[in-house]
């Protein structure tokens, strides 16, 4: 949750900024040359990413705008901006040729790697001269904390799993669209109907590439009861799919594929793939988060009023996880300082709050969108409130996912999960493109790679 949850960017919005390989570009605010640090006026120049593409005018208005509010009140600090977040596969040939940005986003799976490694600048001897930190969720600032509180980054919002689902398809389908499928079997039996309506429709769809595929293999894992890594009886991580849960989840959707055919033809698909299908009504559901529908709203062209969010299917849990900034080791305190004056103000500002709502609801961005949040104590009540007063979207579009959160256990994306999923994603796009995909042989071979990855845990 930033100021309002819109303006900031989930999980899965990051992973489409790695598989569209955006440019590094820069706001109006600087060139892609300008250096970070202090000039001789004394302006400290910072990098930061997470700036929207083009592509999402009304986010990346947000950003400019927010940018160009941030140097009038800090004229001493200079913001440049790059499209994108934090990729793990080359974060650290960015930060040893000096590539890196001054301030980055990371999933929550990142910091205590990162932190172990030194790779990471310690913030905490400037976090008093921002008290605002103290109405975060102790609990998520701890994930960018060490064992001995040393704090070395801010969150920025998390997240859980459900059923983001096409209320208008269901309806033409036959289907209740205030009743969206909560068992697997329910799934395949309502993508079948959906897909039964021609014209290119898809019933369901899911990911297999750029790490997507097995982020959604280990969600489904999950709903299921399953996991994808534990500790065995030594106290070691290993692999925990090559199981009978881990061959419902490939089976299901081998069948779904290819007996069906209620996935549609099209497959080795990433993040945008699917929210592009769902804005242009080719697509009745799939695994999502709820902030995927101001994206397929705003950058998709979609209607909100035609999408429903329900709670993950299997209902035994979901998948919850987020993320937030850190610093690269080579900041200056100047830059450090600049850099939290900047979180501090677009992604963690109590005092922005009800603006950054009421600024959603004038650009009919959704608002009441059920999600986490980021605030505690009269931050959160100010949410709250701001939520209510300008919500834009009707209340049973989302009722069955709110019922049954209570019930649902959250479950945190496992160990080095990014090489996990990477790995993962093989299985998931065998068994969506290759009719005779052996699931046994594709589990037993993700998991010894899973294990080499899961050794280097400490």
Known sequence: MTVSRSVGRSRAAIAVALAAGFALTTTACGSSTAKAGASSDGVVTITVNDEPPATDPVHRKYFLDDVAAFEAKYPKVKIVGHEGQMDPQTFSAKLAGGQLENVFYVYYTDPAGLIAKHQVADVTPYLSAFPQVKQVKPELVKVFSDADGKVYGLPEGNYSMGLVYNRKLFTQAGLDPDSPPTTWDEVRADAKKIAALGKGIAGYGDYSKSNTGGWHFT?????????VAKKDSSGKWVADFNNATGRQVLQQLHDMRWTDNSMGQRQLLEWADLLQMMGAGKLGMYLATSDNIPTIVGQYKGVASDYGLGPIP????????????????????EQIKAGLQWLTFKYDNPDRIT???ERDAKNKVPVGLPEPDLWTGTAEQTRAAAVKANSNLPDANYAKFVAAGPNIKLNVEPPNAQQIYAVLDTAMAAVLTDKNADVSKLLSSAETQVNTILATVQ
């Open 219 to 227: 969600a489904e894992m999950y709903s299921r009861g399953g996991d």
């Open 314 to 333: 299997g209902g035994q849990g979901t998948l919850a996880g987020g993320g937030g900034f850190m610093f690269n080791p080579k900041d200056t305190p």
């Open 355 to 357: 603006s950054g709502v």
